[in-house]
């Protein structure tokens, strides 16, 4: 089944020690999205590809980096986690960017900052 | 600014109907979507609307109407399995969604 997979489901890290979640598809999808969602709250926006474009959003801290060396792959680091990255982020992916393409996620990464 | 308004929770009975509403103010409209979000899982897609009227797709209708900056998702035979989070979310004119925070239905027996 064409899927989108997110690796691990459950991060650890301490606080300040850089953290890597990876993201794969086999959609064929050309966009690619990083959500970052606390709980009871809508998910936000941290950046999203467009094929090899990147688009970064206005307010994504600094700490938050993110790769996709190909279309299958997307990866979100965070170079020195804070106490409050503590979330689930969440992979998305869309056949393109117009109106009708609904995002498909994946099961998210739930990360814990000690 | 851009804003997506839904009630944080509601309570319906098992077998019954519930209507979830949201109003929304964006940039600009490609569609309305609603997605379905069990707890501590990921959203999955429900609906779409982009043009004014009901969409049906079995116990689950949406209704849009955009010169009213409105929806609501319709459950009808509500099950157990139906408590969830209810995510509306629009696509503004840059077609980024933009998201609500969410309803949280609750079925009681």
């Known amino acids: 089944d064409a899927m989108v997979i997110q690796n691990p489901r459950y991060q650890v890290t301490q606080f300040g020690k850089p953290v890597t979640l990876s993201c794969s598809q086999t959609?064929?999808?050309?966009?690619m999205y990083w959500y970052q969602q606390k709980s009871s709250q809508a998910p936000k926006l941290l950046f999203h590809?467009?094929?090899?474009?990147?688009?970064n959003e206005a307010d994504t801290p600094d700490n938050f980096q993110s790769r996709r060396p190909n279309t299958s792959f997307c990866f979100l680091d965070i170079r020195s986690p804070g106490l409050g990255d503590a979330a689930m982020y969440l992979c998305a992916t869309s056949r393109d960017r117009g109106t009708v393409n609904e995002q498909f996620f994946g099961p998210g990464t739930r990360l814990t900052v000690l | 600014g851009q804003n997506i308004d839904q009630p944080t929770e509601m309570t319906a009975t098992e077998g019954a109907i519930v209507q979830i509403n949201c109003t929304y103010q964006t940039s600009g409209f490609n569609g309305l979507f609603w997605y379905q979000q069990h707890a501590g899982e990921a959203p999955t897609f429900l609906s779409y609307n982009v043009l004014d009227g009901l969409e049906e797709k079995g116990r689950f209708s949406s209704f849009l109407s955009r010169s009213k900056g409105y929806s609501y998702l319709l459950l009808k035979e509500l099950q157990m399995k139906d408590s969830a989070s209810y995510l509306c979310a629009v696509k503004d004119s840059n077609y980024q969604l933009i998201w609500g925070a969410g309803t949280k239905l609750i079925i009681k027996p």
């Open positions: 590809y467009y094929d090899k474009d990147f688009n």
């Open positions: 959609l064929n999808h050309n966009v």
